[in-house]
């Protein structure tokens, strides 16, 4: 089974700030990597799949990066209804799927 | 609007079976295929099952694997989740979520795009 471990745990920023959240996966797992968001009380939210394609209706703030083993999710300027918890989540030969630990991302 | 129901959840005694139901609407239901994942209390996401959207194909993960089952009625737009031999460990919040692939992409994905908004188990005695 692929694990993926994201860093850092917690992240502290403030509004307006650049975020970078990342994700490294125990072996390839080619672009086969999705972020989700989830924020309290709410279902998760598909942010980017294929490690970089924006889903529908999500804002261009958010953009995905890397292949292989390391990834990474940015948030250009962050806004107030971006503190949340970040997953990212692999597919490669799936199934199984698994998911990373989560990233909380608070206001500072 | 893509809409993603689901419900019976509840309390039920370690040993028991219970089944969840996931009501879709918005969307061409049997074109794509659906997704169980849950989420214990204060943890992370855990995939427990796929369907594919013709019924052909179901796996699980090996924590779930030989208890519960995965189906579907496609003349009635629902997903189902049948659990058996329920555990302590079972106790989360079960979403059902639409694959982001369908008949007329790629093939089911492994992408979950929507997701319901959870149904609560809770295995106690």
């Known amino acids: 089974e692929i694990v993926l471990t994201q860093s850092p745990a917690t992240l502290s920023l403030s509004p307006g700030e650049r975020a970078t959240l990342s994700c490294r996966a125990s072996?390839?797992?080619?672009?086969?990597l999705a972020w989700y968001q989830q924020k309290p009380g709410q279902a998760p939210r598909l942010l980017i799949y294929?490690?970089?394609n924006r889903a529908t209706g999500i804002p261009a703030r958010f953009s995905g990066s890397g292949s292989g083993t390391d990834f990474t999710l940015t948030i250009s300027s962050l806004e107030p209804e971006d503190f949340a918890v970040y997953y990212c989540?692999?597919?490669?030969?799936?199934?199984?799927?698994?998911f990373g630990q989560g990233t909380r991302l608070e206001i500072k | 609007q893509v809409q993603l129901v689901e419900s019976g959840g509840g309390v039920v005694q370690p040993g028991r079976s219970l089944r969840l139901s996931c009501a879709a609407s918005?969307?061409?239901?049997?074109?794509?295929?659906m997704h169980w994942v849950r989420q214990a209390p204060g943890k992370g996401l855990e995939w427990v099952a796929v369907?594919?959207?013709?019924?052909?194909?179901?796996y699980y993960p090996d924590s779930v694997k030989g208890r519960f089952t995965i189906s579907r009625d496609n003349s009635k737009n629902t997903l189902y989740l049948q659990m058996n031999s329920l555990r302590a460990d079972d106790t989360a919040v079960y979403y059902c979520?639409?694959?982001?692939?369908?008949?007329?992409?790629?093939?089911?994905?492994?992408?979950?795009?929507?997701w319901g908004q959870g149904t609560l188990v809770t295995v106690s005695s």
């Open positions: 369907i594919w959207y013709d019924g052909s194909n179901k």
């Open positions: 294929d490690a970089s």
């Open positions: 918005g969307f061409s239901f049997s074109s794509h295929g």
């Open positions: 979520a639409r694959d982001l692939g369908g008949v007329a992409a790629a093939g089911t994905l492994g992408w979950f795009d929507p």
């Open positions: 072996q390839s797992v080619s672009s086969y």
């Open positions: 989540q692999q597919r490669s030969n799936w199934p199984p799927v698994t």
